[in-house]
T-cell receptor, first 108, second 115 residues
Framework: AQRVTQPEKLLSVFKGAPVELKCNYS??????LFWYVQYSRQRLQLLLRHISRESIKGFTADLNKGETSFHLKKPFAQEEDSAMYYCALNTNAGKSTFGDGTTLTVKP | GAGVSQTPSNKVTEKGKYVELRCDPI?????LYWYRQSLGQGPEFLIYFQGTGAADDSGLPNDRFFAVRPEGSVSTLKIQRTERGDSAVYLC?????????????FGPGTRLTVL
C-alpha cells in the first residue's frame, strides 16, 4: 500500500528566509507526485506536479527516488505563502494518497 | 467556468440518521473522487469513479457508505445509520480523466456533523 508522510505539522519562517516542506513516500510502483495548497478560506488547489518540472510562485520540488522524497522548496518565503500544504501521490490505478499536511506560517 | 460544487456546505444530523452529500464536477470531467478529511489530517481517499462506474471503492470504511454516479456527471455519497465518528469534511474532486498525471480540481467540501 502507498503512504505519504509529511513529518512537520507546523513550520514557521521569517519573510525572505528559505523554506523547505518535507514529503516522503512509500510506493512499490512508479509514483506521480503533487503538491497541493490550501489558502485560508479557499479550497484545495494544485501548486505543482513533478511531471511538469515547473516552478510555481517560486516553489520547486524534485523527486528523489533514492530517498523516496519530494520536498517542496522556495528560496525566499513571502507572507502570502502562509497556507496549508499537502503532498499527494497518484498511482497508476488512479488512487490518490495525501499526507497530513504542513501549516506554513511566514512571519513579517 | 464553474468549478466543482458541493451541496450542502454544512450538514448537521443526529446519530442513526441517513444523509446524502452531492457533488457537481466540472463539465466534461470523467473522473470523480470522494475524500474524507478529519481535523488535523489530510484528505483520505474513499472512492473514485471513471464515468458511471466505481473504479476503486477500497477507501469506503464500511457498508454504511455508498456512492453513485448514475449518468457520469453528478455524484451522491450516501451514509446510512450515521455515527459520531463520521463527522468530518467530505471533499469531492474531479479530473479530465483518471490518468495519474492529471490534476484534481476540488470542491469546497461538505462539513458533516453527527450529534
Amino acid at each position: 500500500a502507498q503512504r505519504v508522510t509529511q513529518p512537520e505539522k507546523l513550520l514557521s519562517v521569517f519573510k525572505g528566509a528559505p523554506v523547505e516542506l518535507k514529503c516522503n513516500y512509500s510506493y512499490s510502483g512508479s509514483p506521480e507526485l503533487f503538491w497541493y495548497v490550501q489558502y485560508s478560506r479557499q479550497r484545495l488547489q494544485l501548486l505543482l506536479r513533478h511531471i511538469s518540472r515547473e516552478s510555481i510562485k517560486g516553489f520547486t520540488a524534485d523527486l528523489n527516488k533514492g530517498e523516496t522524497s519530494f520536498h517542496l522548496k522556495k528560496p525566499f518565503a513571502q507572507e502570502e505563502d502562509s497556507a496549508m500544504y499537502y503532498c499527494a501521490l497518484n498511482t497508476n490505478a488512479g488512487k490518490s494518497t495525501f499526507g497530513d499536511g504542513t501549516t506554513l506560517t511566514v512571519k513579517p | 467556468g464553474a468549478g466543482v460544487s458541493q451541496t450542502p456546505s454544512n450538514k448537521v444530523t443526529e446519530k442513526g440518521k441517513y444523509v446524502e452529500l452531492r457533488c457537481d464536477p466540472i463539465s466534461g470531467h470523467t473522473a470523480l473522487y470522494w475524500y474524507r478529511q478529519s481535523l488535523g489530517q489530510g484528505p483520505e481517499f474513499l472512492i473514485y469513479f471513471q464515468g458511471t462506474g466505481a473504479a476503486d471503492d477500497s477507501g469506503l470504511p464500511n457498508d454504511r457508505f455508498f456512492a453513485v454516479r448514475p449518468e457520469g456527471s453528478v455524484s451522491t455519497l450516501k451514509i446510512q445509520r450515521t455515527e459520531r465518528g463520521d463527522s468530518a469534511v467530505y471533499l469531492c474532486a474531479s479530473s479530465p480523466s483518471a490518468d495519474p498525471y492529471n490534476e484534481q480540481f476540488f470542491g469546497p467540501g461538505t462539513r458533516l456533523t453527527v450529534l
